[in-house]
């Protein structure tokens, strides 16, 4: 046998995760529908209709006083685990492995939820010099102006402090007599049946007038995006490079776990390197236009690129992008070429 | 999984089983993310073509008329949809790293592919294409005609011509690993 029959062999033996596939597979039927281009014009009446209408129902829910907060989107992290970050909440994911994951709360809430497997899992929320860690549990961790508190809904959790070790149990907190001011995430979590299978990132914050302003001074193109950024606090362990969370993020589009992918993405962005941030900022406007079926955030994601990296080799496709999303817009005439 | 299977998955699903669906699509997809990595390595554009390919099997699903077995099927809109993504996104960044989270291989495997996929993207669009169709994927000329586009003959010759300078390509590869001159005795 030859160098080359062999290697045919092989190539026809290649084996594609099956996890994996199953992933994509049930992420399909969700976005495969939403994937129509969208080429017909609307009449401007009809138009105008609309934007009257939905004009009158954003009056209604601005104006409604007792209004509650919008409720955050369970977020997939690996096989068994799920989070729900609360608005304002900055994170980041330092591991999600078979056997553990780990998260960074810089600022915020963060309710997360394991389930009980075959292997041990261990799943840890870190904040500044604490610890809570967990094997099968729905708990969150709360990090505010007075420090950081751990609030358990379901099974026990160990929390570490320096050399201080406590053991809390389902109902109560740590440290004693920290308040939780909400536990709707915690519901939310115990309410599912297993984890999601849309890996979806927090949704818009609803901010209040006069409060702190989001932790990301995302551009217009992102103000849409989730506050719940990953983004590697000053004081956290050593973070992943651009380049692993890059292909990490590729892992996550691989996956079918979109909205995480493009928050990854923008992370990367923001982070303004020479080689990482553009292409990471073209592969978001490519999920955009294409899985997420949203041609007016990639068209946003477009122009953010042409201003950050006007010169880069990667601007022609950049362009050529944007007018694709003209063109399922029905806007093709605002396609033109650019200096 | 025999072809014979899938077609019976495929009139399962027309029959809106979606357990018989989602399993067909499952089989297909790892035949499309086999064939893409070929066709036109990793990277963005790849799962471009993956994600193009797999929603037009999803919709294409209920018009599948069965005359092809649906292996051939998707491998034909797979081909055609790596033809389009290259014409369109001439000026991509070609990656041809195996990314371990897709398939399951270990280093060394990874590593041969890569050495596969990199001598493949030394041949011609259309004599790689037709190994991809009838030496990996094992079609039959015919098929392989089809899906290209071209008659059987022809697919048949271009597959034999890509083989030939793959052998080349790769006896010279190796060569040029054991720091030999990569002279070689004519047959």
């Known amino acids: 046998m030859s160098r080359l029959d062999d290697l045919i062999t092989r190539a026809r033996q290649l084996p594609v995760n099956e996890a994996g596939a199953q ?22 009446f009809a138009g105008g209709f609309a934007l009257a209408a ?10 409604r006083p007792d209004r509650a907060a919008p409720e955050a989107s369970a977020l997939r992290i690996g096989e068994r685990v799920a989070i729900i970050a609360e608005p304002n909440t900055r994170y980041r994911v330092l591991a999600a492995e078979t056997d553990r994951t780990e998260l960074f709360v810089e600022r915020g809430t963060i309710t997360a939820r394991l389930w009980p497997g075959a292997a041990p899992h261990r799943l840890a929320l870190r904040a500044e010099g604490v610890e809570a860690v967990a094997t099968g549990t729905v708990y969150a961790l709360q990090v505010d102006d007075h420090g950081a508190s751990v609030h358990v809904h379901e099974g026990k959790v160990a929390v ?13 907190s740590w440290p004693a007599g920290a308040v939780r001011r909400d536990r709707r995430a ?49 004081d956290a362990p050593p973070a992943l490079s651009l380049k692993d969370r890059w292909r990490q993020a590729r892992l996550l589009r691989g996956q079918g776990n979109f909205d995480t992918a493009i928050t990854e993405c923008i992370a990367i962005a923001d982070a303004k390197d020479a080689t990482w941030s553009p292409i990471a900022l073209l592969e978001a406007a490519r999920i955009e236009l294409g899985p997420r ?47 | ?35 893409i990595y070929f066709s036109i390595g990793g990277g963005p554009l790849a799962e471009d073509a993956v994600q193009e390919t797999m929603v037009a099997l999803y919709r294409g699903l209920a018009a599948f008329r069965g005359e092809a077995s649906p292996r051939t099927w998707a491998i034909t809109i797979a081909t055609r949809t790596a033809a389009k993504l290259r014409r369109r996104e001439a000026r991509h960044v070609v990656v041809d790293d195996l ?12 590593a041969e592919m890569v050495m596969l996929r990199r001598a493949l993207a030394k041949l011609s669009d259309k004599k790689r294409d037709a190994f991809i169709l009838m ?53």
Not at chain 1, 29 to 42: F, K, M, N, T
Not at chain 2, 99 to 110: I, K, L, N, R
């Open chain 1, 23 to 44: 992933r994509y597979v049930a992420e399909l039927a969700r976005w495969a529908r939403h994937d129509e281009p969208r080429r017909s014009r609307v009449p401007w």
């Open chain 1, 54 to 63: 939905a004009a009158a129902v954003i009056a209604l829910l601005l104006l």
């Open chain 1, 160 to 172: 570490t402090r320096g050399s201080e070790h406590a053991q809390v149990a389902a109902g109560a």
């Open chain 1, 186 to 234: 915690a519901d939310q979590l115990l309410a599912l049946a297993t984890p999601p299978a849309i890996a979806l990132a927090p949704i818009t914050h609803d901010a209040a007038p006069g409060e702190e302003p989001s932790p990301i001074d995302a551009p217009a193109a992102d103000a849409a995006a989730p506050h719940a950024h990953a983004q590697a606090p000053p």
């Open chain 1, 293 to 339: 079926a949203s041609p007016e955030r990639a068209i946003a994601l477009a122009d953010r690129f042409e201003t950050e990296w006007p010169s880069h080799q990667l601007a022609p496709e950049a362009r050529e992008l944007r007018c694709r999303a003209l063109r399922q817009l029905g806007r093709a005439d605002e396609c033109k070429p650019r200096r």
């Open chain 2, 1 to 35: 999984m025999a072809a014979i299977d899938l077609a019976e998955l495929a009139r399962q699903a027309q029959s809106g089983d979606a357990t018989a669906r989602d399993e067909l699509l499952r089989q297909l997809y790892a035949v499309v993310r086999r064939h």
């Open chain 2, 99 to 110: 990314d371990a989270e897709v398939f399951d291989v270990d280093q060394a495997a990874a």
């Open chain 2, 135 to 187: 030496s990996l994927l094992e079609l039959t000329a015919q098929e392989a005609g089809k899906a290209l586009g071209t008659f059987a003959n022809t697919a048949a010759s271009r597959d034999r011509h890509a083989r030939a300078e793959l052998e080349t390509i790769l006896f010279d590869e190796s060569a040029r690993l054991a720091g030999t001159d990569g002279e070689r005795e004519i047959p």
